[in-house]
């Protein structure tokens, strides 16, 4: 005769204990992406302005950067204009060395990722590389070697899967674990802190350089690393349990003896989308997320130029900015940003009560085209500052677009994609800046604005597309359409959906967490 065994006080405040663990444990992965990203916000500037600094001591000129000009040095000067020209050339190379490596390795983690079923690889090797990265600049500032040893540290972050793999990653986790009606939610969070590690970066560089040197900033950049490192190589838990991904990659493995076919199969299934009708929503929703980003980050980077070269920012008086507008305009490019990340994370959960994704991502653009105008017509530095709230939803569009596309992605395939997705975006980092600058440098002459003129045209790129997918998702459902050969890569274990649920109320375990029961494995 059995009897049921009691339950000890102990053990169901040991239960409680666990489930609040697992409860935070998910979120572990947002923590570990703010770190990331205060890095790489705060390392980008770094080392734009270090190598600036080191090519203009070179030549035999002051560098300019907080308005530290020599007696006889100006703007205009022939040394300083052949300085900046070799830094320009010297950033975009570095840019380029990591850019380059990081569209193949974030494809192949992605195609990895998705077969293993151990998606945090996509988390804590680009953190890694982003500790290594730090630690190079560290090792050179204290040994004084030659800054072609930058190309060695940009190589390595590159083929670390840098921030794209970070970003495939962390949206990967933001989708499976949470609810369908929650995933957008999750995403908008993380868009805010992406945001909010923008403007801390940012201001945290302008003063710490200005009054500290490099040194100390590459270290806290290194700490940064480390965190995020840690968190999502011990804290962060994969989605699914190991004995799901050992199915799948035994199912796999009986439908495909060529490894790279088993790996790669996937990302070849998503390119024949003729006659598809998920496909084409997957790629219009990602070809519209490009080209909003092409134009983003285009813009942001072409606006430093622009208004470093406004005299009404110029104000030799400011005993906060100094002299040069350089500090001045990186605060306000950070509070730009911080008021966008603070709306994305508020406002898209409030507007998607009563508006359609579609319609808000329309927002968005809208936002973006009327700060952009404002800022290219305005010559005063009061009336300046109404830009940010102008531009408060111009982050909204990317959110919703990579929940749009998780939407019709079935679960074991969504790093494939997710790395796709950012994939093109690792091109748009280094692409865009270089095109807008060259728009910028042949237009100033004449009007040193029409370059945002310029850019509000590009919007319409995204605007026709989005207008496109909007007219595909009416006429087709909804639902997820099953594609080619998907059954050897998702033949799905005979779980009972009721069964799952029960045993996660049960054990207050999370149900990506939950192991698969023995009539399933049995099968298997």
């Known amino acids: 005769m059995s009897s049921t065994p009691e339950i000890r006080p102990k053990s169901a405040f040991c239960q409680k204990v666990y ?12 923590i570990a992406l703010f770190f ?20 203009y001591i070179q030549h035999g000129v002051s560098f300019p950067g ?45 195609a990895v990722s998705d077969k293993t079923g151990r ?20 090792l050179i500032l204290y040994t004084q070697w030659n800054i072609d040893g930058l190309f060695l540290a940009a190589a390595l972050r590159g083929l670390s899967g840098s921030m794209t793999a970070f970003l495939a990653g962390s949206s990967f986790y933001a989708i499976n674990n949470a609810k369908p009606e929650h995933r957008l939610n999750r995403l908008a969070v993380q868009e805010f802190l992406i945001g909010g590690a923008y403007a801390v970066g940012n201001i945290m560089v302008g003063f710490w ?10 270290w806290f950049t290194l700490i940064c690393g480390l965190i995020s490192f840690l968190i999502s190589f011990f804290l962060v838990q994969e989605t699914r349990t190991g004995q799901e991904s050992q199915h799948q990659t035994i199912v796999r493995r009986q439908n495909d003896i060529n490894c790279c076919t088993d790996t790669f199969g996937p990302l070849v299934k998503y390119l024949k989308c003729f006659g ?12 519209v997320f490009q080209a909003y980003a092409f134009v983003h980050i285009g813009q942001i980077n072409t606006l430093v130029l622009y208004l470093s070269q406004q005299k009404y920012l110029f104000a030799l008086d400011n005993s906060v900015t100094g002299g040069g507008p350089w500090a001045k305009i990186g605060l306000f490019l950070a509070v730009i940003m911080a008021v966008a990340a603070l709306a994305t994370g508020v406002c898209v959960p409030i507007f998607q009560k009563f508006l359609s994704d579609t319609k808000i991502v329309f927002l968005g653009f809208a936002s973006k085209a009327l700060g952009t105008l404002w800022i290219a017509v305005i010559r005063n530095e009061t009336i300046l500052y109404f830009a940010i709230l102008l531009l408060a939803f111009e982050l909204f569009p990317f959110p919703i677009l990579r929940a749009k596309v998780a939407r019709n992605v079935s679960p074991s395939e969504q790093g494939t994609v997710f790395a796709m997705m950012h994939c093109g975006e690792s091109i748009t980092y280094f692409l865009a800046p270089f095109m807008f600058s060259v728009i910028y440098a042949s237009t100033m002459s004449f009007y040193s604005g029409f370059v945002f003129i310029v850019s509000m045209i ?14 595909v998702e009416a ?15 998702v033949t799905a274990l005979p779980i009972n959906e009721t069964e799952v649920q029960n045993q996660s109320i049960l054990t207050g375990e999370p149900i990506s967490f939950i192991s698969l029961t023995k009539e399933s494995n049995a099968e298997v």
Not at 123 to 138: D, E, F, N, Q, T
Not at 458 to 471: A, D, E, G, S
Request: hydrophobic share 50%; proline share 5%.
């Open 458 to 471: 590009f919007l319409t790129i995204p605007v026709v597309l989005l207008i496109l997918l909007q007219f």
């Open 36 to 55: 990331f990203f205060l890095n790489r916000h705060m390392s980008l500037p770094l080392f734009q302005e270090y190598v600036e600094s080191q090519i």
């Open 209 to 218: 350089v200005k009054d500290a040197g490099f040194l100390k900033p590459f």
């Open 119 to 138: 998606h945090k690889i996509l988390l804590w090797l680009p953190a890694l590389g982003s500790c290594v990265h730090s630690m190079i600049y560290i």
């Open 475 to 489: 006429r087709c459902p909804n639902g997820y359409q099953e594609m080619e050969n998907e059954s050897c890569s």
């Open 276 to 287: 598809n009708s998920t496909l084409t929503r997957i790629w219009l929703a990602i070809l």
């Open 19 to 30: 489930s609040c663990i697992d409860t935070i444990q998910i979120y572990f992965v947002e």
């Open 66 to 110: 907080f308005g530290d000009m020599g007696k006889n040095t100006s703007l205009s000067d022939p040394a300083w204009d052949k300085a900046h020209h070799e830094s320009v050339l010297a950033v975009l190379g570095l840019q380029i060395a990591e850019g380059l490596p990081a569209i193949v390795t974030v494809i192949i983690l992605g």
